[in-house]
């Protein structure tokens, strides 16, 4: 039978405070779990919240239709944007 569980390899180490590593330790008790299994589930959703709009969106059909629709539309000149990335950045001086 073929296991579910894939094999984690790479360590991950954290510094904390001793009040930060008591609470965790507390929140990780009542959890019923261990330390690890807490900690990267932890981390997980927060880097999922983190990069949500980042990497998906819905939208309604009537928004996909709008989203095509400038999407399909030809590029179009903007003089003054053009007259700015010609001036000499005032960060190279």
């Not at 579910?4 to 930060?20: F, G, I, M, Q």
């Not at 261990?34 to 589930?41: E, G, P």
Request: hydrophobic share 40%; glycine share 2%; aromatic share 4%.
């Amino acid at each position: 039978m073929a296991s579910n569980t894939r094999k984690r390899d790479h360590r991950l180490e954290v510094r904390t405070t001793a009040e930060e590593r008591s609470l965790i330790n507390q929140a990780v008790e009542v959890s019923r779990t261990d330390l690890t299994s807490f900690a990267l589930t932890a981390l997980l959703e927060a880097s999922h919240h983190v990069l949500a709009d980042r990497l998906e969106f819905s939208l309604t059909p009537a928004q996909a239709a709008e989203w095509d629709r400038l999407n399909a539309m030809p590029a179009r000149e903007l003089p003054g944007l053009l007259r700015l990335m010609e001036r000499t950045s005032p960060f190279n001086s």
